[in-house]
T-cell receptor, first 110, second 114 residues
């Protein structure tokens, strides 16, 4: 069953701007992860935030998690054309199964 | 070696064919996964193997038959597929099955069923 719902579905920005994507989910989780997928190929793990964490940074990425609102956001700062991809949030609850959201397609124009 | 490889990259098959997808990793991971991804949709979990044993089958039709012959290799045998089974099939692995284990994905096999 689908757990995460991202918005917006698509986002178009210029290089150098920041991109913010949001994810909402329905049930309690162990952690929430963000993945990037280029052109329908394999997914690349970006960052994992545990349910007891509120914010995490990795390079140009900043992730927040609000378990009371069952939501997370991914901020990409100073975006580059190479950041063009689909971004998925995935929640992990229980054994280790990931349930992916619908994804946000990000287009960064030079 | 920190990657998951999948072969073939593309596969076209008829509904009466039998084919197999192959996935390999040499990272010493003991958990391996198959996902199915339709166009413009998120990946959906199909199977989870832990220590070469099937631990999760997400109610996948029997025309998909997974096999894990050793800790580095994962196969997906396909038989009598339907056109709606056309999708990107992704393999992933993680050090262990269980929470907080990062999954590493292969590039996928794009399957077309005619």
């Amino acid at each position: 069953s689908q757990q995460g719902e991202e918005d917006p579905q698509a986002l178009s920005i210029q290089e150098g701007e920041n991109a913010t994507m949001n994810c909402s989910y329905k049930t309690s989780i162990n952690n929430l992860q963000w993945y990037r997928q280029n052109s329908g190929r394999g997914l690349v793990h970006l960052i994992l935030i545990r349910s007891n964490e509120r914010e995490k940074h990795s390079g140009r990425l900043r992730v927040t998690l609000d378990t009371s609102k069952k939501s997370s956001s991914l901020l990409i700062t100073a975006s580059r054309a190479a950041d063009t991809a689909s971004y998925f949030c995935a929640t992990e609850s229980g054994y280790s199964t990931l349930t992916f959201g619908k994804g946000t397609m990000l287009l960064v124009s030079p | 070696d920190t990657e998951v490889t999948q072969t073939p990259k593309h596969l076209v098959m008829g509904m009466t064919n039998k084919k197999s997808l192959k996935c390999e990793q040499h990272m010493g991971h003991r958990a391996m996964y198959w996902y199915k991804q339709k166009a413009k949709k998120p990946p959906e979990l199909m199977f989870v193997y832990s220590y070469e044993k099937l631990s999760i089958n997400e109610s996948v039709p029997s025309r998909f038959s997974p096999e894990c012959p050793n800790s580095s290799l994962l196969n997906l045998h396909l038989h009598a597929l339907q056109p709606e089974d056309s999708a990107l099939y992704l393999c992933a692995s993680s050090l262990l099955a269980g929470p907080y284990n990062e999954q590493f994905f292969g590039p996928g096999t794009r399957l077309t069923v005619l």
